[in-house]
């Protein structure tokens, strides 16, 4: 098995990791369908084809896309904002 490294959002560690995931062993794979005459070309391209999770290299757990990262940043940036204009809305009040 190899092993692929990605970067990836970790929301358990609320940052950005380089995690890992498993891939199949193509030169094993390679000798299989050789040996077997074509037949476990079948296997192999399923297992090729399968999506895999990426694991986050601290923590172990799984990692989630950089399409959340981005999410969660920009929410903490609405309400930074918010809080802000809230701030400033007091301060003309009182």
Known sequence: ?????EQMYCRHEDKIVLAERNTPNHILHL???VFTFGLWLIPWFLMSQTSR???CPSC???A???W???KM?????TEA???KMEDARNRQAG
Do not use: I, P, S
């Open 53 to 55: 999770a990426h694991f």
């Open 81 to 83: 904002f918010k809080q």
């Open 73 to 77: 940043e920009k929410k903490r940036k």
């Open 1 to 5: 098995m190899g092993v692929r490294k």
């Open 31 to 33: 000798l299989l369908t």
């Open 64 to 66: 989630d896309g950089m």
């Open 68 to 70: 959340l990262y981005r």
């Open 60 to 62: 172990g757990r799984q």
